[in-house]
């Protein structure tokens, strides 16, 4: 019974992390990673190497770091301000209390608002804010290939 409530737990764990990639606020990776680890510590890492844990740990190593270059490089594209990300950063995390339209509008008018606070030109807090957003989608997107590349090194070193 307890394996049963443990495997249920890993599936949540990988799906909340899953989510948590394109979701701001949620730390996607590493719930992805302790998910896996939870699988691997109840069949006591009988199917998996080092080489498993090496290349999951690389993989969530470079989630986090996308994350944070994809959306200065975004910003950085279009001459953002670093009140331009601030401002995105923000957005995002009040955006989640606004469902989907938040989380798709928050970024974008941080940004811009970040972008204006800064400069005081609306046609550059405009391009700050389409470059940060672009940058943030972009980085959702590696993210999310990166967990599932994550799920797939582990299911095939579990399978094979």
Known sequence: MLDVLLWILVVLLVLAGLLGTIVPGLPGAPLVLAGLVLAGWIESFAHTTWLTWLALGLLGAASLGVDLLASVLGAQRVGAS???????????????FFG???????????????????????????RAGVGTFIGLVLGAAAKAALALAMVTVFAAAYLF
Request: proline share 7%.
């Open 100 to 126: 989907l339209p938040g989380l798709v509008l928050g970024p974008f008018v941080g940004a811009v608002l970040g972008e204006y606070s800064a400069r005081r030109n609306l046609a550059q807090a405009g």
């Open 82 to 96: 670093p009140r331009a990300l601030v401002g995105a950063t923000l957005g995002a995390v009040v955006g989640l």
